[in-house]
Nanobody
């Protein structure tokens, strides 16, 4: 599996900004679609944004125009810039490497059979 470690969460007032980062442990420079998900208390985990190796992005409607996903393939990192934060953005945010990701492990290229998750980072937006 691909190990992912998120950072950058915290507490901020509504209207503020945060940047989340995620570092992958494995070499994922061949092909690996990645994404950010979030889960608020009492809710199911939901997709926030995705990005392909080529930089094609998608966003859920509620964050369009406020969040920007980006990646640095050479550094195996994924970012989520979050601006104009709202109280409803409060959640644990998870980085994910999507199924089908090709990564190098133990000198062998492997195909990720199931989505890999990071441990999550808390984002709290207060009014």
């Amino acid at each position: 599996a691909v190990e992912l470690v998120e950072s950058g969460g915290g507490s901020v007032q509504a209207g503020g900004s945060l940047m989340l980062s995620c570092v992958a442990s494995a070499d994922i420079r061949i092909t690996c679609d990645m994404g950010w998900y979030r889960q608020a208390p009492g809710n199911e985990r939901e997709l926030v944004s995705t990005i392909t190796m080529e930089g094609v992005t998608t966003y859920t409607d509620s964050v369009k125009g406020r969040f920007t996903i980006s990646r640095d393939n050479a550094k195996k990192t994924l970012h989520l810039q979050m601006n104009s934060l709202k109280t409803e953005d409060t959640a644990v945010y998870y980085c994910a490497a999507e199924r089908g990701c090709i990564y190098l492990s133990g000198g062998v290229y492997r195909n990720l059979a199931d989505r890999s998750w990071g441990q999550g980072t808390q984002v709290t937006v207060s009014s």
